[in-house]
């Protein structure tokens, strides 16, 4: 019994610090606070004509080299693209015959080549993915670091064009190894 008279008598020490320290706060003096009622500015209708921020300024055309590139970029996707367009109902034929043949079976074989071919025949709207990717990039660290006005939006727009393209065709690719499977 001494013992867990000793507990409770350490801890009354405690106890009383901190009702202390609690009640500190309730007890301060009066004094000339702030109110907590509402502003009269909290009040007012919001303004219907916000004022918007200045707008980047436009550019409408890139450098010259710069837009040629562009433009290479573009054609050469759009070519790859268009070529790739042509090709792909022949390898649906071809896949959508080897569909449940056996793996390594002459209409199975036959539709993974042309597949291949398919694929290998995108390459060039890849690579000019990735070279307008670069263009896209080096515009965007000209525009921060040098402070060069505008320009990245005109290739973004390419690069979208060129990045669709080439999502469309991994898709009809991917959908066509899933039939092989």
Request: proline letters at 5%.
């Amino acid at each position: 019994m001494g013992r867990s008279n000793d507990a409770r008598m350490k801890k009354i020490p405690l106890i009383v610090v901190g009702l202390a320290l609690t009640l500190s706060g309730c007890a301060m003096q009066e004094g000339d606070f702030p109110s907590l009622a509402k502003r009269p500015y909290e009040d007012a209708a919001t303004n219907s004509n916000p004022v918007s921020p200045p707008a980047s300024p436009a550019v409408a055309a890139l450098p010259g080299a710069l837009q040629l590139a562009v433009d290479k970029a573009v054609r050469q996707s759009s070519l790859a693209h268009a070529k790739f367009l042509r090709n792909l109902s022949g390898v649906k034929r071809l896949v959508n015959n080897a569909r449940g043949s056996a793996i390594s079976s002459e209409a199975w074989v036959a539709a993974q080549m042309d597949l291949s071919a398919l694929e290998i025949g995108r390459g060039p709207s890849i690579s000019a993915l990735a070279d307008i990717d670069g263009m896209y990039i080096s515009r965007l660290e000209a525009e921060y670091i040098d402070k060069d006005s505008g320009g990245a939006a005109i290739i973004a727009e390419k690069r979208e064009l060129i990045q669709q393209q080439v999502k469309s065709q991994q898709d009809e690719i991917d959908a066509m190894k899933a039939q092989l499977r």
